[in-house]
């Protein structure tokens, strides 16, 4: 007899920020087919969160260019469970607090830098998918992708703009 794990689906979700009032095609093709949507943070405008409300759910935070209303009422950091991942978004990093580790944090999303950055500290997955908004400096245009299966999630981002 042989024996088979069963796998969980796996999530896909979108990873956005500092779009700055633009809604790029290239984002929205990026993001076409996710489960759902993260955008941690200056959104500046309610068009650019219900354009991606067409592609998938949306979870997002304020920014702090998020100063006209509705947006300015968006939550500083928000904390939500994908199927067994506790993710935490927080638009600037510095606003992060306690050591995420101990709060049962396993990835922590920011924007705010507009530099695309994955990396892990203390087992926690912290992932920046960079700016998908106005091109800041020489820095890329760029969002991510979050896979989340069971326990265990990846991160990936990607440039949009060649």
Known sequence: MTSH???SPATRIGLISDTHN???PEAL???AGCDAIIHAGD?????V??????????????GNNDIDEPVASLPTRVKLTVQQVMI????DIADLGDDPRSAGIDVVVTGHSH????SERDGVLFVNPGSAGPRRFKLPISA????????????AFDSLLT
């Open 115 to 118: 530099k695309p950055a994955i």
């Open 144 to 155: 991510g992708m979050l896979i989340v299966e069971g326990a265990h999630a990846t991160a």
């Open 49 to 62: 969160l219900d354009a991606l409300a067409q592609i998938a759910p949306v979870t997002a935070v304020r």
């Open 22 to 24: 633009l809604v790029r």
């Open 43 to 47: 959104i500046c405008n309610q068009a």
């Open 5 to 7: 794990t069963q796998r």
């Open 29 to 31: 093709q990026y993001l």
């Open 88 to 91: 935490l978004v927080v638009h």
